[in-house]
């Protein structure tokens, strides 16, 4: 029997020739992302050793520029571990800054066939990359920076195969939503990710996928290499790699195929997005207080450009706050040149440096008690963007900004395509 | 090992925004315990008692990879005993020390205030007031000796890879 993606890319790292479902792996760890969390005093324990500086990469996200004390704290111990170690791949506050797993992307850090680890949940996303990515925790992290290995349990892979072609305004959120609402949990599965249909799916759009696969509790979520992904990397990362695809006899646990023709504007409602979402045009009208579009998810300029596909010439309601956040300085600066930016602000919404920001409910729009939402972005836990008795919707970058526009949750479709 | 307790229970697909607010993140370890489960079940954090037990159902811990095992681990709770684990919340039990098993049927086994007996040898889960008897599922010996040891922390301290707490 042959190996899946993810399997074939653990086998690889942890120099054994076949990994099964049910086996503990030791691998090998590529890529160790810290991030500001892990500095932060309640949790940093001072390193003494970095088992391969080369590996480590260091970002501030979470709360940047610092937006209280604690977090400056954190960020201070960060400057100095990155100096003690002399770490060149760090992005602090400045033109590199951004959200890790968007500068992951960004700088081809995640190469196809390795393993990348970082002490954030929504790590998975550089699965898009054909790389084995997971969130950890904190001692994972110090763990893997001063040994240069972690363990895994190897789970059953679910296959994913798309067709057909998306037609805008929906996205790949929407594909998502289809698919946490249809198939619920995949607590301690992998994902796989291939078919026909990848050829006309830019990265960020795989990317958003991968990202939002940590909702699902998915242990890996992976592509199936095509040319985009490879040229992808090849142009970010003159390092060799050697990319994994699954054996055609691989062992599936499931197999199941997605008709992208067939997708359309969908709504989770607040708390989860497991079996819980809803047709956009059965929650028309819902009164919202907040739009947000950002993330490690939704930060990317194919995000940029859809909302400002739909905000082009129109005013957002005077009864909601439109907060959109870059995943990253440079989609930040790319957005400026392609003037989404100002097609944006002069449709009302304010845009914020890259950071992950309100998503996480850490600063720059959190939600008051009684006030609801509908974010583009990873996740609408109870209390997710602020107080416990707030409510969180979640939905496209475009039934975001159409939201935002009407005052109450909309069909983008009404308003373009 | 083996302990017996008093079980508080929680449901299905319990997540670490409930256990640990966001707010809280970056709080100091005593300031994060205070916050534990405080949107969904409020007061409970002085409820709990040393050498409780906690239930749990489906996936418990989805969600974030925040501290949140320690911040349980630090209301007394001896362990915790669930239908099945999220592997995130796993590898943060393992790591921080906080001992976890995934048993299939304990949610619908066990009604709160049970006192349950468990073991961490043969893993074994009994109901006291039923007499009642679950096999957990065995977790490896690396990471049962992890988590008996308080996590990795002290063994990467011991090897003089971190130092020690300030």
């Not at chain 1, 992904?229 to 646990?253: T, V, W």
């Not at chain 1, 409910?361 to 963007?385: P, Q, V, W, Y």
């Not at chain 2, 969904?40 to 990879?65: C, Q, T, Y």
């Not at chain 2, 976890?100 to 007996?117: K, M, N, R, W, Y």
Request: hydrophobic share 40%.
């Amino acid at each position: 029997m042959g190996m899946t993606a993810i399997e074939k890319i653990l086998a690889k790292n942890s120099g054994q020739a076949i990994v099964k479902p049910g086996d503990l792996v030791v691998v090998q760890v590529g890529t160790a992302v810290l991030y500001d969390n892990n500095f932060a005093p309640s949790i940093w324990r001072d390193i003494l050793k970095v088992q391969n500086p080369e590996s480590v990469v260091v970002v501030f996200d979470h709360r940047v520029p610092a937006k209280d004390i604690i977090s400056a704290t954190a960020q201070k111990i960060g400057r100095e571990f990155v100096k003690k170690f002399n770490i060149e791949r760090f992005h602090d506050v400045g033109p590199s800054q951004g959200i890790s797993h968007v500068l992951v992307a960004e700088h081809g850090y995640a190469l196809p066939g390795t393993v990348l680890v970082c002490g954030d949940s929504h790590t998975c996303s550089a699965g898009v990359f054909n790389c084995a990515a997971r969130g950890t925790g904190a001692p994972d992290m110090f763990y893997a920076v001063t040994k240069g290995e972690t363990w895994f349990r190897v789970g059953e892979t679910i296959r994913y195969d798309l067709t057909g072609k998306l037609t805008a305004p929906v996205s790949m959120k929407d594909v998502f939503l289809h698919i946490a609402d249809t198939y619920g949990s995949h607590a301690n599965l992998n994902v796989e990710f291939g078919g026909p249909a990848l050829a006309n799916l830019s990265m960020n759009a795989r990317r958003t996928m991968t990202t939002m696969c940590a909702e699902l509790s998915a242990e890996f979520a992976t592509f199936e290499p095509d040319p985009l992904l490879l040229d992808y990397i090849r142009e970010r990362n003159p390092e060799p790699f050697e990319e994994q695809y699954p054996d055609e006899d691989a062992n599936y646990l499931d197999r199941r195929t997605i008709d992208l023709d067939k997708m359309e504007p969908l709504v989770a409602l607040p708390d989860t997005v497991l079996n819980n979402s809803q047709k956009v045009g059965d929650v028309v009208g819902t009164k919202i207080d907040q739009a947000f579009i950002g993330s490690c998810a939704n930060g990317t300029l194919d995000d940029f450009a859809a909302a400002a596909a739909v905000l082009k010439g129109n005013k957002v309601s005077s009864e909601v706050r439109l907060i959109i956040t870059p995943g990253t300085q440079n989609i930040y600066l790319d957005a400026l040149r392609q003037g989404y930016v100002e097609t944006l602000i002069e449709a009302g919404a304010v845009v914020t440096s890259a950071t992950c920001g309100a998503c996480g409910g850490a600063h720059l729009g959190i939600l008051s008690a009684g006030e609801s939402c509908i974010t583009a972005s990873t996740r609408n836990f109870k209390g997710r963007m602020g107080d416990p008795d707030s409510k969180v919707f979640m939905g496209s970058p475009a039934t975001v900004a159409a939201s935002a526009i009407k005052g109450s949750i909309a069909d983008p479709r009404e308003i373009v395509g | 090992m083996e302990f017996t307790g008093k079980t508080w229970k929680f449901g299905d697909n319990i997540n670490t925004d409930l256990i640990l607010p966001g707010r809280a993140q970056l709080f100091t370890e005593e300031e994060q315990l205070r916050c534990v489960f405080e949107a969904n079940r409020p007061g409970w954090i002085d409820e709990v008692a040393k050498g409780d037990i906690l239930i749990g159902g489906f996936n418990f811990g989805m969600g974030s990879s925040r501290p949140a095992a320690r911040s349980l681990r630090n209301t007394g709770l001896t362990c915790m005993i669930a239908e099945s684990i999220n592997g995130l919340f796993y590898r943060n039990c393992v790591n921080w020390g906080f001992l976890a098993l995934e048993c299939e049927g304990i949610s619908t086994a066990i009604e709160e205030g049970d006192e349950v007996q468990v073991s961490f040898e043969d893993f074994k889960v009994k109901n006291n007031r039923t007499g009642k008897t679950l096999q957990a599922r065995a977790i490896p010996d690396v990471l049962l000796n992890t988590m008996k040891a308080g996590g990795v922390l002290p063994l990467l301290e011991s090897e003089g890879l971190i130092a020690a707490p300030v």
